[in-house]
């Protein structure tokens, strides 16, 4: 058994040596000694620690933050993450291999984890690129389709389910492992350097709905009708960075919905400490229900130009509106991917529908829901007279235009 290494002079001096482990993209872990006082320390101080002991180069300074994460409400854990703030473009100029390959690993497990919604193709192309970091240059007698098929889990991203009995049915089969083969045979040969490798892996991800977003859980209403006629609430994750707000369905794994700060107003609603908010909606009041994200914007119904209001439900709602205004107050200038993965479809969003008249705000088919949210009078969310019927706490006029 090694002795333990003795504590630096000056932290033998101040007192004992708090231990801290920092967890890595990768699952490793570093182990960091911090002198006392603990409780002064700022996150900025622990990650020029981290760098110092885990030897990487002042690049990921910018490009890396930490994270608090707790699974169910346990005891949390401190992760490097991609930074929130970090743009896209400045990613790419990037030329510390190490902090290249943090991010690789953090995109390689929100890949293998669905996180992100892209079509097969993209998928397979993504795929190749990992067969090449991780296997070296394609060489056509040693890499074949079998030899790739006991991976395919490892490189591709799991199959969403199926719109109908999604829950019922098999998912459909993945791409074949030929079609991942073909890939990995068209990616750069072993004249290309390992940074500009990593480099062309991010540019690939960067396409996709959600990178570089914090991620929420929450549920928005679900339109009723259909085979079923069922309402109730649908799963979903709020991805919210630099380039704006995107509601994915987080069983079917599809873009529901994307907004630029320019096209989009919200309003918080039902969060602690809020004066005269209360957590009600579209089926009335219920104190049981968490904070609720209302976000408007701009659609059309039959023709006519609309404006729309989706409710946003989740015990995160404060902390989305939160990183909103931090975003915009950064810029919110990040270009949204293009060309887009997949549209996004607004008549499986179960809005409320309204149009300016006048003085007036007139609803456009309303919900079979007999609670009224926007029974008020006034101009786009400038008036607190309220109408009968209508709901207190409804959104203010919050644009995520800069200013």
Same mark, same amino acid.
């Given at each position: ?80 993450? +991609? ?45 190749? &690129?990992?067969?090449?970091?991780? &296997? ?9 389709? !079998? ?68 991620? $929420? ?49 919200? !309003? ?28 408007? $914007? ?10 729309? &209001? ?52 007139? +609803? ?8 009224? $949210?926007?029974? +008020? ?27």
């Amino acid at each position: 058994m090694e002795p333990e290494p003795e504590p630096e002079p000056e932290a033998a001096a101040s007192g004992a040596v708090a231990a801290v482990r920092v967890f890595l993209p990768d699952g490793s872990a570093v182990p960091l000694a911090l002198p006392p006082p603990v409780l002064g320390l700022t996150a900025a101080v622990l990650l020029r620690c981290l760098w110092d002991t885990a030897g990487l180069g002042p690049e990921g300074c910018a490009a890396m933050a930490l994270w608090l994460v707790s699974g169910l409400l346990d005891e949390p854990c401190l992760h490097l993450r +991609r930074n929130v703030f970090f743009p896209k473009h400045k990613e790419l100029e990037l030329q510390d291999e190490a902090v290249l390959r943090l991010l690789v690993a953090e995109a390689r497990g929100h890949l293998r984890g669905g996180r992100w919604p892209l079509p097969p193709q993209e998928a397979v192309e993504l795929g190749g &690129l990992q067969c090449r970091l991780h &296997l070296g240059p394609f060489q056509p007698g040693q890499h074949s389709a !079998e030899s790739l098929r006991p991976a395919l889990e490892e490189l591709l991203p799991p199959t969403p389910r199926g719109r109908f009995w999604g829950s019922l049915r098999r998912r459909p089969p993945g791409p074949p492992p030929e079609e991942l083969l073909n890939a990995f045979s068209r990616t750069p040969g072993p004249e290309t350097p390992p940074a500009e490798l990593l480099r062309s892996f991010l540019q690939g991800c960067h396409r996709l709905h959600g990178y570089g977003c914090a991620f $929420f859980p929450g549920a928005i209403d679900r339109p009723p009708g259909g085979l079923l006629g069922r309402g109730g609430l649908r799963p979903v994750n709020v991805a919210v960075g630099l380039e704006g707000v995107t509601i994915i369905d987080a069983r079917e794994k599809h873009v529901l919905l994307t907004l630029s700060y320019p096209e989009l107003s919200w !309003e918080l609603v039902g969060a602690v400490g809020q004066d005269g908010d209360a957590a009600e909606g579209l089926g009335g009041a219920d104190a049981a229900e968490p904070p609720q994200l209302w976000l408007e $914007f701009d659609g059309e119904q039959e023709g006519a130009r609309v404006n729309r &209001l989706l409710r946003v439900l989740s015990p995160q709602a404060e902390l989305m509106s939160a990183l909103i205004e931090c975003c915009i107050a950064l810029g919110g200038t990040e270009p949204p991917p293009s060309p887009p993965q997949r549209r996004p479809r607004p008549q499986r969003l179960a809005t409320i529908d309204y149009v300016e008249d006048g003085a007036e705000l007139r +609803r456009v088919k309303p919900p079979r829901r007999s609670a009224s $949210f926007f029974g +008020r009078m006034g101009v786009r969310g400038g008036s607190e007279d309220e109408a009968a019927g209508g709901a207190p706490g409804a959104p203010q006029d919050r644009t995520g235009e800069p200013h």
